[in-house]
Nanobody, 119 residues
Framework: QVQLVESGGGLVQAGGSLRLSCAAS?????MAWFRQAPGKEREFVAA???????YYADSVKGRFTISRDNANLTVDLEMNSLKPEDTAVYYC????????????????WGKGTLVTVSS
């Protein structure tokens, strides 16, 4: 069982930046970030494969950047130009396969970290 622990959430003003980090206890092929806003379903944000292939949701392209450190088993999400609609609990997730990242293909989940963007 792989453990994922997120950090870096908090309160930020619109237009600001925040960096989330996730530490994994084991090596996994795909690492990803999802988010869930109040009253909404969990949605995909970004993912990165072991070979550095990246995926982004259209809503965050150009504003968010995912990166990972395979040696230290970490994945980060740099979030810039934040908007109030980015407010959500952000979850780190990981998969042992290279299947297209979605909530259904992730094998492991962190407990989440809250990001609040004020207007």
């Amino acid at each position: 069982q792989v453990q994922l622990v997120e950090s870096g959430g908090g309160l930020v003003q619109a237009g600001g930046s925040l960096r989330l980090s996730c530490a994994a206890s084991g090596r996994l092929y795909t690492m990803a970030w999802f988010r869930q806003a109040p009253g909404k379903e969990r949605e995909f944000v970004a993912a990165m494969s072991w070979t550095a292939f990246t995926y982004y949701a259209d809503s965050v392209k150009g504003r968010f950047t995912i990166s990972r450190d395979n040696a230290n088993l970490t994945v980060d999400l740099e979030m810039n130009s934040l908007k109030p609609e980015d407010t959500a609990v952000y979850y780190c997730a990981a998969s042992s396969t290279g299947r297209f990242p979605s909530a259904r293909t992730m094998d492991f989940w962190g407990k989440g970290t809250l990001v609040t963007v004020s207007s």
